[in-house]
């Protein structure tokens, strides 16, 4: 469904099936706007279910009521917020592009709140989104550690696989860089998992790569020791 001129509109009750952006809506009015979008349903949506156009950054979009019923799909996509994970209990993270945040690309950790009945969200902290680009995330089934790429240092290559992991106390740990195992000299990024949680994917110089999730673990583990003891650029076989 697709509307140019989504400026002042209620979109109710409807159920969507597949398709690329299920709910494609623009706004070319200088002003503001408000669409709300109540008790829809998306169903497997293979790209964005609701994509909110450039244009219609002056619209407000409040989505309330509404069901999702394909986890890894972008649900919503506003101000370039792209690329999302979602644990099994219901926490979303997504990047963003917003000029809110400290970086070119930013993570952000989103959550429902029942008695709001909306989605809330918060940016994670400066050490996990730098003033650089951290993009193309996924989360272990787990829930407690979250991949991406990053130009961050130490690397291996031009952009590296990089984990922070969630403490119990609610802190992330890292970035830390995942091993040569995963990541190379060249171009290592495109972090994704499998449905079932059971495959890690990635991309090596724009080539699939996959390994089974409990490889992924013990490289996540042997890095994050190695960042724990200070020895990461020993592990990377890096120069200290």
């Not at 989504?6 to 969507?16: D, N």
């Not at 009015?29 to 909110?52: P, Q, Y």
């Not at 991949?147 to 969630?166: E, Q, R």
């Amino acid at each position: 469904m697709t509307s140019t001129w989504a400026w002042r509109m209620t979109i109710s009750g409807l159920t969507f099936v597949g398709g690329r952006h299920q709910l494609n809506l623009s706004n070319p009015n200088s002003d503001s706007g408000f669409v709300l979008i109540d008790e829809c349903r998306f169903n497997g949506a293979s790209g964005i279910a609701i994509l909110m156009d450039k244009e219609g950054y002056s619209t407000q979009l409040k989505v309330r009521n509404c069901a999702f019923l394909q986890p890894e799909q972008v649900l919503v996509s506003y101000a370039d917020e792209t690329n999302v994970t979602m644990t099994a209990d219901g926490i979303m993270y997504f990047v963003s592009k917003h000029t809110r945040g400290q970086g070119g690309q930013d993570i952000y950790r989103a959550w429902f709140d029942e008695a709001s009945g909306d989605w809330q969200y918060a940016e994670l902290p400066a050490n996990v989104s730098s003033a650089r680009v951290e993009s193309h995330i996924t989360i272990t089934p787990d829930g407690r550690n979250l991949i991406f790429y990053s130009y961050l240092n130490p690397k291996l290559g031009f952009v590296d696989l990089k984990v922070v992991s969630l403490l119990d106390d609610g802190t992330w740990l890292g970035p830390y860089t995942l091993g040569p195992n995963i990541n190379t000299p060249g171009i290592d990024f495109g972090a994704g998992k499998s449905h079932d949680g059971e495959t890690f994917f990635f991309s090596r110089e724009g080539q699939m790569m996959e390994m089974p999730m409990s490889a992924l673990m013990t490289e996540i583990d042997n890095a994050r020791t190695a960042y724990e003891a200070g020895e990461e650029l020993k592990f990377l076989g890096l120069a200290e």
